[in-house]
C-alpha cells in the first residue's frame, strides 16, 4: 500500500530463519535456495554472526568516517590477503554503489595519467546495478527503459565474444568490466581462453580490468573470488551482497598504484563500513574461507543431480547455478513454493540457486526430489 511497486512479490511472508530453511507465519517451513538472492552466505541464525551483531550493536553500531575505524583496516586486510596482489578498500554499502566506485577509480586513474580515456566497454546480459553509473554499465534495455539519457561511455560487447570486444574498442576506452559468471543475465560462466584473451588485451592496450564480484563473490562459486577459477589478475574488484552475510556492506578492492587516486575528500560514504556492517564482514569472511571445498563439493553435487533431471542446460560454478527450461520459469518458482522449496527465476527462462553456503549434501537430495516433482505438475 505504501510502498513503491518495483518487486513483484511471492505471496509469502517469512518471519524466520534457522539454518538453510525458511519459515512463515504459519509455521511453514521452507528448504531456502536463493538466500535473499546470495546474500545469506552462512544461512540463518549463524551463532558467531549473531555474536558479532549483538557484541559489536552493544557497543557502538556507527560511527563517521571522520574518525578512525579500526573495523575496517581488519576487514580490508582480511580481503586483501585474499587478493591477487597488494591494494586497498573503500567500503559503501551495496552493489551498484560498490561498481560506482569502480567506475569512478577508473576514470581518475586515467585523468590522473594526464590520459582522455574515459569509456568502459561491458557485457550484455551483463547486470551492475540501477544507479546511473551502474545502470549505465547494465546492458539490458529493460533496466534503462525510461531513465534515459543515461551516463555517457560505456560501450557494449557480446559475452565469450572476443571479436564484439574488439569491435567496441576505441581510442578512448579505459577499462573492460565483467562478471565472469552472469548472475542476473541467466547464470552464465565465462569461457577461460575468452577471459585470457581479455586479459592479454588489457595489458597490451594499457586497460584495466574490473571484475564484478557482487553475486560471484565471498566464495559463492567455490574460490573466495570468483575470478580466481580463470587465472585472472584484475585492477579492481567490488564485493556486496554475501560479503555481509546478510547485513549490508560493499567493497571495493583496487590494486594499490589505482587506489592512490582516491585521494581525501574524493568519494566517500555516511555508513560505509561501519563498526556494525564490518563486524558482520569479519565473521562471514573467516566462516567461509574455511568453507570453499564444501561449495566446491556440495555444487558439483548438486549441480551432478540437475543434469540428471534431464529438463535443462544447467549451468555455473559452485554454489551458483542455473537450470535453463528455455521457457517462462515464473509459475515453477510459485509451484515451488507451495512444495516448501524457495528458488529464483532470472531471466526468464531460468532457475537460479544460490543456496547459503553451509547447505549439505541432505538438503540437496530434498530439493532435488521436490524440483523433480515440481517440474512435472
Ligand atoms: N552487480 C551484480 C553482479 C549483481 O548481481 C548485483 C545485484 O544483483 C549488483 C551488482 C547490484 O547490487 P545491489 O543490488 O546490492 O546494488
Redesign the pocket.
Known sequence: MYVMNTYSRLPVSFVRGDGVYLFDREGKKYLDLVAG??VNTLGYNDPDLLNAVCEQSQRLMHISNLFENPWQEEVAKMLVERFWTEGRVFFCN??????EAGIKLVRRYFREKGENRYRIITFYN??????YG?MSATAQEKVHKGFEPLLDGFDYAVYNSFDSLLKALRKDTAAIML?VV???GGIRVANYEFLQKVQQLCHSEGLLLVV?????GVGRTGKFFAYEHFDLKPDIV?L??GLGGGFPI?AVIARKSVSEVFSTGSHGSTFGGNPLACACAKVVISKVSELLDHVMDTGAYFKRGLERLKTGKVRGLGLMLGLDLERDCSAIVKKALDHGLVINCTAGTVLRFVPPLIIQKDHINIALALLERVLKL
Open positions: 538472492i546470495a551495496s552493489g551498484t554503489e560498490a561498481n551483463g547486470f551492475h546495478g540501477r544507479t551502474s562478471e552472469q548472475g542476473e564484478d564480484e557482487v553475486q560471484t567490488t556486496a551482497k560493499g
